[in-house]
């Protein structure tokens, strides 16, 4: 992971990303949880800005970091990280579980993860999440324009792609259909889309909300060949943020994982 870190830093002065709301003094997050353990990786839009700042927007610090930035580095600028200080950001990566969760955003997560026997939180069958866009940003992905989503989706296509390659990970699960929507854009995948009647939300209008599943393998990510076949699995509903979504829905929709990872992981 020290060459795809390498690449993501480097990106942090470019023209690409100056004119963007990417949180400049934050490290890029290369994963939640320990990459080269996991055979499963869930995957997000990018890191939330709760990841490096607290409710008034000041610098997480001391026991409630959970990732690097330029001040905890003793640095002016990325241009001036060595391998130590490489090194440092991926033990905040790989320990992410251990130290500070944001656990009200994973634990919900971790119950559709825990279908295919890995947890986010285990030693034995790790999983770990990664992200469209390894960086934070000030506001949420859903306040940004579509000018500046396409930007930054272009300016990072690769990098998913250059951190699966060089883990084990089997199966990655795409959390929400904003995120199967732009997995979709980044990989030129197209994945198998089915309604499932287990999965609908009940709203008091009658009206209920459908849920789909999507299913797709693919062996390349943008321009980088993963040199293996991996399994896409993916919902539609954003697990965290979608109103209404009930237990019923998140087990069916665990179960399901749980059957089309039967065999796959073993």
């Known amino acids: 992971m020290h060459l795809a870190l390498t690449t993501l830093l480097n990106r942090m002065d470019s023209p690409s990303l100056a004119a963007t709301s990417v949180i400049k003094w934050s490290a890029p997050v290369p994963s939640f949880g320990d990459l080269s ?10 890191p939330s800005n709760r990841e490096f700042v607290d409710d008034l927007g ?47 955003w994973f634990k919900k997560l971790d119950q559709i993860v825990s279908g295919t026997s890995a947890s986010f939180y285990a030693e034995l069958y790790p999983a770990c999440h990664l992200d469209l866009i390894p960086y934070a ?3 949420k992905w ?11 989706l272009n300016a ?8 699966l390659r060089d883990s084990p990970v089997r199966v990655v699960i795409l959390n929400g259909k904003t995120v199967v929507e732009q997995f979709q854009y980044v990989s030129a995948a197209v994945l198998d889309k089915k309604e499932m009647s287990d999965w609908s939300l009940p709203r008091e209008s009658g009206r209920d909300v459908a849920g789909f599943s999507y299913v797709g393998k693919i062996s390349q990510l943008a321009d980088v060949q993963l040199n293996r076949e991996l399994l896409v699995l993916g919902y539609n509903h954003n697990i965290q943020s979608s109103f209404g979504v009930t237990t019923q829905a998140i087990n069916a929709i665990r179960d399901w994982v749980a059957g089309q990872t039967d065999g796959v992981l073993r």
């Open 37 to 46: 353990a996991s055979l499963v990786a869930t995957i997000g839009l990018n």
């Open 58 to 104: 000041h610098e997480l610090c001391h026991t409630d970091r959970r990732f690097h930035t330029l001040a905890s580095l003793g640095l002016d600028a990325w241009s001036e990280a060595d391998t130590r200080h490489l090194q440092l950001i991926l033990l905040s990566c790989s320990g992410y579980f251990r130290n500070n969760p944001y656990d009200r």
């Open 137 to 139: 940003t000030s506001v």
């Open 142 to 152: 859903m306040l940004l324009d579509q000018k500046e989503r396409t930007a930054l």
């Open 156 to 163: 990072t296509a690769d990098a998913l792609g250059l951190l």
